[in-house]
């Protein structure tokens, strides 16, 4: 899938505060479009981690203070519900897990993601190419 996938390459791998489990990193802007009412935070950490994991309601985290949990996001976090087939996937285009199993949704994001329309950086909660978050294809 890699061939397939936008700039938003996973980075330097981190841990997770809460569950232990590994973290990836994401930078600011990707908290400012995920946070509900972000403004009411002070976002003070140059990066953040993100916690993809089921079950840890931990979603971001800088240092030893800034903590942000599944609760205060404006929306379910994909990654957090493996078994939510109607939870938003890509946000970049609005696309539910549900929907995500259609070849065609998924042959149009490959090819948005090839022309570098997709915003998975920031739209993304992981900051990584929505396509990795796409189920595997059914092989025929
Ligand atoms: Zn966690």
């Known amino acids: 899938m890699s061939d397939t996938c ?27 479009f995920h ?3 972000p ?5 003070v950490a140059e990066g953040y981690g993100h916690c993809p ?10 240092g030893s203070a800034e903590r942000y949990l599944a609760a205060q996001l404006h929306h ?14 890509c946000h970049c285009f609005g696309i539910s ?3 995500a199993h259609d070849p065609q949704v998924r042959a149009f994001v490959v090819e948005q993601t090839r022309l570098e329309r ?5 739209h993304n909660p992981s900051g990584q190419c929505c396509l990795r978050d796409f189920p595997p294809l059914e092989e025929g």
């Open 39 to 43: 403004w009411r935070f002070e976002l």
């Open 97 to 99: 897990r549900r929907e």
């Open 53 to 62: 994991h089921p079950g840890c309601e931990l979603v971001y985290f800088a």
């Open 76 to 89: 379910p976090v994909a990654s957090k519900l493996p078994e939510a087939e109607e939870v938003t996937l």
């Open 118 to 122: 997709c915003r998975c950086t920031t």
């Open 35 to 37: 946070l509900k009412a």
């Open 6 to 32: 936008c700039q938003a390459k996973p980075r330097q791998p981190l841990l997770c505060p809460a569950c232990g489990g590994r973290a990836l990193a994401v930078g600011r802007d990707t908290l400012l």
